[in-house]
């Protein structure tokens, strides 16, 4: 037993966690549809591979009131505990979309982009740099910003959201 590992007696603050997450995914993009999209079919495979479900899939474009629109339908949606979006967390000029969820947190979970950035690290080396990748919280619920790139999205679901999703939902909305 290691000091990550979830059934480790060092962990008993997981027995709250959600074994299941219904979970927007949201992806950014002014070039992909439901056809090309494969950051966000990659995102709801691996949620619903670990038993979560997909409560809504939608697309939008590189556009502030865009993003902020399609994450306020999902946290309007009672049904939803988190939400994951895809694309637009580079440098570029158009790359609006963590700019566009900041305000829209009442708390930001710093250790996901930091973690994010060192296993992105130890994948691509200094190019980690460029990624704005970011979580926090909004309404009870877990937001997650990700790259569009079908790495970046294995990289954070695999090795930081699936591992603590059910967690940080449960902890999202305790003593609200």
Known sequence: MTAHDPSSPRHHHRRAALESVPTAVITVSDTRDLA?????????????????????????????????????????????????LTGGTGV?????????????????????????????????????LLSRALAGVAEGRVLFALPGSAGGVRLAMEKLILPELGHLAAEAVKDR
């Open 36 to 84: 090309t999209d494969k950051g966000g079919a990659l995102v709801a495979e691996l949620l619903e591979g670990a038993g979560h479900r997909v409560s809504r899939r939608e697309i939008v474009a590189d556009d502030p009131e865009a993003i902020e629109a399609a994450v306020s339908r999902a946290l309007a949606d009672a049904d939803t505990r988190a939400v994951v």
């Open 92 to 128: 570029a000029p158009r790359d609006v979309t963590p700019d566009s969820i900041e305000p829209l947190l009442e708390r930001e979970i710093p250790g996901f982009g930091e973690l994010f950035r060192m296993l992105s690290y130890e994948e691509i080396g200094s190019a980690a």
